[in-house]
């Protein structure tokens, strides 16, 4: 029966494997996520199976509430809004390994067992419950910067990283102790306490600027938890699957730091970023601007031969997706050549200019990304920036004093003409003026992306 259920566990993995695979492409994502469903519902099965649970009622009734609210979640969540609930369901499998964890630990004291514990059973234990409620903790935090309940600025002050440090070291030292004495009960809620500040200091002083790193590592702190508590639970396919989530998502978190050209203590230290750059006012002037009306722009569209969309996360906002590939598909229709530049940072979390731009139906061969397209932009007649700005700020190049220097930036400004949709001047998350609004090439169009997009595609079809 042991070979069987190993058997079983090690087909649940491989399913893993191939659906991690599979996500690394818009193309394939749909068939992995069924991939990984699959093998998530061999594991589950098997274990019920392996544990003799007969008493399914609580599980039944989980089965039921959590799929009521998965498919109301998935019902009327906007795009828009879907980084803060992955956010926030990074943060319930951390609250999850913290609750498997404490709940082994508290059954086992309760029936005398704790003078039974190994060290190492009292390190993963602690391992599991200190990740677990950081995550939980921290992905809280993550959404109410996202949902605007609190500011998205980073909250800094004085000893902020030395507080962090010292938190780290009692619970340590709290775990020696449960080393000496496993029956400390009080000892593993102030662990708890401990890790639930820990999580939320760690997530304050970054700013909006940095979320898509801090989305990719929740989800990494999620997975070690996971892996921690199957550890406790001596379960394989909790730990090879809590492994694999804790290392996609570090590195998922390396090639976003990378994609900024910043360290990963950069970003959660250096509180780089603002509020939001939807709601801060414009601190350049109008008038030193090209400013375009929609007639204008269409006409200019419709010369083209050549057309580079750079979408952000003003698109996001606006909901501008869907009229955007409409506007689009008129101008390959006309024989212009159109593709979408994809920046890795692009957005508020890892992937959401293709998830976004998948809802429209966009052609997955139209996303092109930054690394493949970048020589393109000299050659090309327009680049439409929809809601962009950091990852087209010129400054990343040439301002070594700004937050953004060095970091990769798509090749807007070699384009032979830019036009920006663009509420205001505003900047963007990191707080920088953008000196291509002000280049003389570059064609400004203020106003809310969707009614301007949908303004040109109303001037095209009158052409």
Known sequence: ???????????????????????????TARKGNLYAMIGMLIAIVVTLIDKSILHYTYIIAGIVVGGAIGAYAAKVVEMTSMPQMVALFNGFGGAAST???????????????????????IITIVLSILIGTVTFFGSLIAFAKLQGLMSGAPIVFKGQQA?????????????????????????????????????????????GADMPVVISLLN????????ATGFVLNNNVLIISGALVGASGLILTNIMCKAMNRSLANVLFAAVGTSDSSGQMARGDKSKVTE???????????SASSLIIVPGYGLAVAQAQHVLQELAQILMDRGVKVRYAIHPVAGRMPGHMNVLLAEANVPYDLLVEMDDINEDFQNTDIALVIGANDVI????????????????????????????????????????????????????????????VTDLVKELKDL
């Open 163 to 207: 507080t962090n440090a010292l938190l780290l070291l009692v619970t340590f030292a709290l775990a020696y102790m449960l080393m000496q004495d496993a029956s400390q009960i009080e000892l593993i809620y102030v662990i708890i306490g401990l890790a639930a500040v820990l999580g939320i200091l760690s997530v304050i002083p970054i700013g």
């Open 99 to 121: 609750f498997v964890a404490l709940s082994e630990y508290l059954a086992d004291v309760e029936r005398g067992e704790a003078f039974l514990f190994s060290n190492e059973l």
């Open 393 to 452: 700020n010129p400054a990343a190049r040439t301002d070594k004093d700004s937050p953004l220097y060095g970091m990769p930036i798509l090749n807007v400004d070699q384009a032979k003409s830019v036009m920006i949709v663009k509420r205001s001047l505003s900047p963007g998350f990191a707080g920088v003026d953008n000196s291509l609004f002000y280049d003389p090439k570059t064609m400004m169009l203020f106003g809310d992306a969707k009614k301007m």
């Open 1 to 27: 029966m042991s070979v069987l259920i190993d058997s079983f566990y090690l087909l649940s993995a491989v399913l893993f494997i191939i659906g991690l695979k599979n996500l690394g492409s818009p193309k």
């Open 292 to 302: 375009y009306s929609a007639e204008d722009a269409a006409m200019v569209l419709d």
């Open 220 to 227: 990494s702190y999620s997975g070690l938890a996971a892996a």
